[in-house]
């Protein structure tokens, strides 16, 4: 469950995140994007799966890859959601998704382009955010919800360094894997920490929708 927020609304611009609770969960629970899985071709700018015209492209490996794991999902709808929702079952979980989709890409795409783990990890929480408003499983929304990930990419980036400061770790394209996990893990917790029930509230999917809220309606 989402959590509810405890402390009094925050400064700004945490209470304009805590306004945006309910409409960020009526955004989460429902459809507003016309994509396969989760991702459009411009999510694939800069991960090709190979040279110029090579097929699959990235794009039909990541839906292709998307459709082994939704029937991955119908196959365990009765346990998935109380498999999913403690902290470490869905870490479990999602560490599986990026095995599979590596695991996928690798035998899919050419030797000399490989997924890169910023790419990987920003796939997989794009599927997993793009899943909750289709799920049917019991508790799979809801677990979802608790325990899913912020999608690191621009719109989350931007709000996080303008909220974070000095907390925000510095990251870049030419990190090592070991010093993107590193990176990442810390992004996570950080926003993690800041909608816990007795900070902000809500949760980190549901900062994620905040963030791209307002990213696409700033001017600038």
């Not at 599986?96 to 050419?110: I, N």
């Not at 990176?183 to 950080?190: D, G, I, M």
């Amino acid at each position: 469950m989402c959590n509810t927020p405890q402390s009094a609304i925050g400064p700004s611009p945490w209470a304009d995140y805590q306004r945006s609770l309910p409409r960020s969960k009526k955004i989460f629970e429902s459809r507003d994007e016309d994509t396969v899985a989760g991702a459009t071709p411009a999510a694939f700018q800069g991960a090709q799966s190979g040279p110029k015209d090579y097929r699959p492209s990235a794009y039909d490996i990541y839906n292709t890859w998307a459709k082994s794991v939704l029937a991955n999902l119908r196959a365990e709808k009765s346990t998935i959601g109380s498999r999913l929702a403690s902290r470490d079952g869905f870490a479990l979980w999602h560490q599986e998704l990026g095995t599979s989709l590596d695991a996928m890409w690798k035998e899919r795409a050419s030797d000399a382009f490989a997924l890169a783990p910023r790419q990987k990890w920003k796939l997989v929480n794009l599927f997993i955010k793009w899943l909750a408003p289709v799920a049917t499983a019991p508790g799979l929304r809801d677990a979802i919800l608790a325990n899913g990930h912020v999608v690191l990419n621009t719109p989350t980036i931007a709000k996080m360094e303008a909220l974070f400061g000095k907390e925000m770790p510095s990251g870049s394209a030419n990190q090592t894997e070991a010093e993107f996990l590193d990176w990442y893990v810390t992004c996570q917790e950080l926003v993690r920490s800041h909608t816990a029930a007795d900070r902000y509230g809500g949760s980190p999917v549901l900062f994620d929708i905040w963030c791209r809220a307002a990213y696409l309606s700033d001017p600038d």
